[in-house]
Protein backbone atom coordinates (compact mmCIF):
# COMPACT_ATOMS: atom_id res chain seq x y z
CA UNK A 1 0.00 0.00 0.00
CA UNK A 2 1.56 3.49 -1.19
CA UNK A 3 2.55 5.36 1.77
CA UNK A 4 -0.35 8.41 0.91
CA UNK A 5 -2.81 5.45 1.25
CA UNK A 6 -1.39 4.70 4.84
CA UNK A 7 -1.85 8.14 5.53
CA UNK A 8 -5.64 7.83 4.55
CA UNK A 9 -6.29 5.32 6.91
CA UNK A 10 -4.75 6.65 9.89
CA UNK A 11 -6.30 9.97 8.72
CA UNK A 12 -9.69 8.11 8.95
CA UNK A 13 -8.81 6.21 12.34
CA UNK A 14 -8.20 9.22 14.12
CA UNK A 15 -11.60 10.72 12.71
CA UNK A 16 -9.73 13.58 11.21
CA UNK A 17 -11.26 15.06 8.23
CA UNK A 18 -9.14 16.48 5.14
CA UNK A 19 -10.02 20.23 6.08
CA UNK A 20 -8.72 19.69 9.83
CA UNK A 21 -4.99 18.25 8.52
CA UNK A 22 -4.73 21.09 5.66
CA UNK A 23 -5.87 23.57 8.13
CA UNK A 24 -2.35 21.65 11.34
CA UNK A 25 -0.20 21.70 8.15
CA UNK A 26 -1.32 25.34 7.06
CA UNK A 27 -2.33 24.14 3.06
CA UNK A 28 -5.52 24.23 0.94
CA UNK A 29 -7.92 20.81 1.49
CA UNK A 30 -7.06 20.94 -2.18
CA UNK A 31 -3.82 20.23 -2.23
CA UNK A 32 -4.00 17.98 1.09
CA UNK A 33 -6.40 15.86 -1.19
CA UNK A 34 -3.54 15.31 -3.72
CA UNK A 35 -0.94 14.66 -1.30
CA UNK A 36 -3.84 11.54 -0.10
CA UNK A 37 -4.34 10.84 -3.62
CA UNK A 38 0.07 10.62 -4.25
CA UNK A 39 -0.91 13.14 -6.96
CA UNK A 40 1.70 15.75 -5.22
CA UNK A 41 5.39 14.59 -4.21
CA UNK A 42 5.43 13.85 -0.41
CA UNK A 43 8.19 15.75 1.13
CA UNK A 44 10.29 14.48 4.00
CA UNK A 45 9.11 17.83 6.09
CA UNK A 46 5.72 17.36 5.28
CA UNK A 47 5.57 13.46 6.31
CA UNK A 48 7.33 14.44 9.52
CA UNK A 49 4.37 16.98 10.23
CA UNK A 50 1.88 14.55 9.05
CA UNK A 51 3.24 11.82 11.63
CA UNK A 52 2.98 14.06 14.11
CA UNK A 53 -0.68 15.41 13.52
CA UNK A 54 -1.86 11.68 13.38
CA UNK A 55 0.86 10.59 15.96
CA UNK A 56 2.39 7.96 14.28
CA UNK A 57 5.59 6.16 14.17
CA UNK A 58 7.05 6.70 11.55
CA UNK A 59 8.00 3.25 10.09
CA UNK A 60 4.46 2.10 10.23
CA UNK A 61 3.55 4.58 7.17
CA UNK A 62 6.92 3.73 5.72
CA UNK A 63 6.85 -0.57 6.48
CA UNK A 64 5.29 -2.90 3.95
CA UNK A 65 3.38 -5.48 5.16
CA UNK A 66 3.68 -8.71 3.56
CA UNK A 67 2.05 -12.06 4.64
CA UNK A 68 3.64 -15.71 3.30
CA UNK A 69 2.02 -18.97 2.98
CA UNK A 70 4.30 -21.66 4.48
Known sequence: MPIAAKIRVQRMIKGYSQEYMAFRLN????????????????????FYEII???????NSL??????FDL
Open 52 to 58: EILEVPM
Open 27 to 46: ISQNAYSKLERGETELTVRR
Open 62 to 67: LTEYRS
